[in-house]
C-alpha cells in the first residue's frame, strides 16, 4: 500500500513536470531563428512574402506566441501531438514509427553496458593493483572519454570497411524479403555496431563505480564478520559485498539511462538508424517545429518514467529504504 501511495503521488508530481517541460520546450524553440513557413517556401522555390503570409496563417504561425502556446498545451491534454509541416504526416504516426528501433537500440545498450561494465567492476575489485586491474581501468578511462561519433565511425571503418564482418548503416538489408528469425538476425547484425558504440561509454562509468563500491564495501566490519565466520568469499562476494557495492551503481544508472536518449541523437545519425534520435535531428534542419516539440515530450516523458522505475527498484535492493514523498 505504501509503495503504491508512493507511485502515485511521483506520477501527479511528474505530470506537473511534463506540462512545466511542455511549456519551456515550446517557448525555446520559438526562440530559434527561422521558420517552417520559410523553409517550406524554399523547397518549393516560392520565396515571396505573400506566400510566407498564406504559410504561416495554414500552419497557425500568425497568431501571437500566447494563442499558440495555449493551443498547443491544450491539444497535448488530448494527446494530439499536432501535424508534420514537412512529411504531411501527422506527429502520433512518426513517433510511433520510430520509438520502437530507439526502444530496440537504446534497451540494447543499456543492458548490455550495466552487464559488462558491473562484471568488470568487480572483476578489477578482485584483482586490484595487478595488470588486469589496470587495464580494465585505463580502457574504461579511454571509453568514458571517448566521443560517441568517433567510436562509431572507427567501429564501422574497421569492421563493416576494413573487415566486411558486420553491415554499416540501418537497420535491416534494403531490397531484401525477410521474416522470422533471418529478419530478427538481419536487425541483430545492424544493432551490434550502433548498440556497442552507445553503451561503451555507459560500461565505462558503471564499471569504474562498481569497482570503487566494491573496495570501500569489502573492508568494512559487517564483510570482516563474514569472514570470520568461515563463509565462503565467493559467497562473501555476491551477498554481501556486492550486494551493498551495487545500490550506487542502480541509482547512476537511472539517471544514465535517461541520457542513452539524449546519446541515441548522435549513434542514430552516424548509423542511419530510424529512430527518434534521428527524426530529431531531420526535425531540427527542416524547422519541423511540432516533430521536434513531439520527441522532446516523448523523450521527457520516458527519463521520467525511468527515475520512477529506479526508485522503486532502489526500494526493492536494499529493503532498508523507506519509501517518501
Same mark, same amino acid.
Given at each position: 500500500?505504501?509503495?503504491?501511495?508512493?507511485?502515485?503521488?511521483?506520477?501527479?508530481?511528474?505530470?506537473?513536470?511534463?506540462?512545466?517541460?511542455?511549456?519551456?520546450?515550446?517557448?525555446?524553440?520559438?526562440?530559434?531563428?527561422?521558420?517552417?513557413?520559410?523553409?517550406?517556401?524554399?523547397?518549393?522555390?516560392?520565396?515571396?512574402?505573400?506566400?510566407?503570409?498564406?504559410?504561416?496563417?495554414?500552419?497557425?504561425?500568425?497568431?501571437?506566441?500566447?494563442?499558440?502556446?495555449?493551443?498547443?498545451?491544450?491539444?497535448?491534454?488530448?494527446?494530439?501531438?499536432?501535424?508534420?509541416?514537412?512529411?504531411?504526416?501527422?506527429?502520433?504516426?512518426?513517433?510511433?514509427?520510430?520509438?520502437?528501433?530507439?526502444?530496440?537500440?537504446?534497451?540494447?545498450?543499456?543492458?548490455?553496458?550495466?552487464?559488462?561494465?558491473?562484471?568488470? %567492476?568487480? =572483476?578489477? +575489485?578482485?584483482? *586490484? /593493483?595487478?595488470?588486469?586491474?589496470?587495464?580494465?581501468?585505463? @580502457? !574504461? &578511462? $579511454?571509453?568514458?572519454?571517448?566521443?560517441?561519433?568517433?567510436?562509431?565511425?572507427?567501429?564501422?571503418?574497421?569492421?563493416?570497411?576494413?573487415?566486411?564482418?558486420?553491415?554499416?548503416?540501418?537497420?535491416?538489408?534494403?531490397?531484401?524479403?525477410?521474416? %522470422?528469425? =533471418?529478419? +530478427?538476425?538481419? *536487425? /541483430?547484425?545492424?544493432?551490434?555496431?550502433?548498440?556497442?558504440? @552507445? !553503451? &561503451? $561509454?555507459?560500461?565505462?562509468?558503471?564499471?569504474?563505480?562498481?569497482?570503487?563500491?566494491?573496495?570501500?564495501?569489502?573492508?568494512?566490519?559487517?564483510?570482516r564478520t563474514a569472514r570470520a565466520?568461515?563463509?565462503?568469499?565467493?559467497?562473501?562476494?555476491?551477498?554481501?559485498?556486492?550486494?551493498?557495492?551495487?545500490?550506487?551503481?542502480v541509482t547512476i544508472a537511472g539517471?544514465?539511462?535517461?541520457?542513452?536518449?539524449?546519446?541515441?541523437?548522435?549513434?542514430?545519425?552516424?548509423?542511419?538508424?530510424?529512430?527518434?534520435?534521428?527524426?530529431?535531428?531531420?526535425?531540427?534542419?527542416?524547422?519541423?517545429?511540432?516533430?521536434?516539440?513531439?520527441?522532446?515530450?516523448?523523450?521527457?516523458?520516458?527519463?521520467?518514467?525511468?527515475?520512477?522505475?529506479?526508485?522503486?527498484?532502489?526500494?526493492?535492493?536494499?529493503?532498508?529504504?523507506?519509501?517518501?514523498?
Open positions: 500500500m505504501e509503495r503504491l501511495e508512493f507511485i502515485a503521488q511521483r506520477l501527479v508530481k511528474g505530470v506537473v513536470v511534463l506540462l512545466g517541460i511542455v511549456v519551456l520546450n515550446f517557448l525555446l524553440i520559438r526562440l530559434a531563428p527561422g521558420d517552417p513557413a520559410t523553409v517550406m517556401a524554399g523547397e518549393a522555390g516560392a520565396g515571396d512574402e505573400v506566400f510566407l503570409q498564406q504559410l504561416r496563417a495554414q500552419f497557425g504561425l500568425d497568431q501571437p506566441l500566447v494563442d499558440q502556446l495555449w493551443a498547443y498545451v491544450r491539444n497535448i491534454v488530448t494527446l494530439d501531438f499536432g501535424f508534420s509541416y514537412r512529411q504531411q504526416r501527422p506527429v502520433v504516426d512518426l513517433l510511433a514509427e520510430r520509438l520502437p528501433p530507439t526502444l530496440l537500440l537504446t534497451g540494447t545498450a543499456f543492458l548490455l553496458s550495466l552487464v559488462v561494465g558491473v562484471a568488470l %567492476g568487480v =572483476a578489477a +575489485a578482485r584483482v *586490484v /593493483g595487478r595488470w588486469s586491474d589496470s587495464l580494465i581501468t585505463v @580502457l !574504461a &578511462l $579511454f571509453f568514458y572519454a571517448t566521443p560517441l561519433f568517433w567510436v562509431g565511425l572507427m567501429g564501422v571503418l574497421l569492421f563493416s570497411v576494413t573487415l566486411g564482418w558486420l553491415p554499416a548503416f540501418g537497420m535491416f538489408t534494403v531490397g531484401v524479403p525477410l521474416a %522470422g528469425w =533471418a529478419l +530478427a538476425l538481419d *536487425v /541483430g547484425e545492424h544493432l551490434v555496431l550502433p548498440a556497442l558504440t @552507445l !553503451a &561503451l $561509454f555507459h560500461m565505462a562509468v558503471y564499471a569504474r563505480m562498481t569497482r570503487a563500491s566494491m573496495l570501500e564495501v569489502r573492508d568494512q566490519d559487517f564483510v565466520k568461515g563463509i565462503a568469499e565467493g559467497e562473501i562476494l555476491r551477498r554481501h559485498v556486492l550486494r551493498n557495492a551495487i545500490l550506487p551503481v539517471v544514465k539511462a535517461g541520457y542513452l536518449i539524449g546519446g541515441s541523437i548522435v549513434v542514430e545519425t552516424v548509423f542511419a538508424w530510424p529512430g527518434i534520435g534521428r527524426l530529431a535531428y531531420e526535425a531540427v534542419l527542416q524547422r519541423d517545429y511540432n516533430v521536434l516539440l513531439g520527441v522532446f515530450l516523448l523523450s521527457s516523458a520516458m527519463v521520467i518514467a525511468v527515475n520512477l522505475a529506479t526508485d522503486v527498484v532502489y526500494s526493492l535492493v536494499d529493503p532498508r529504504i523507506e519509501l517518501g514523498a
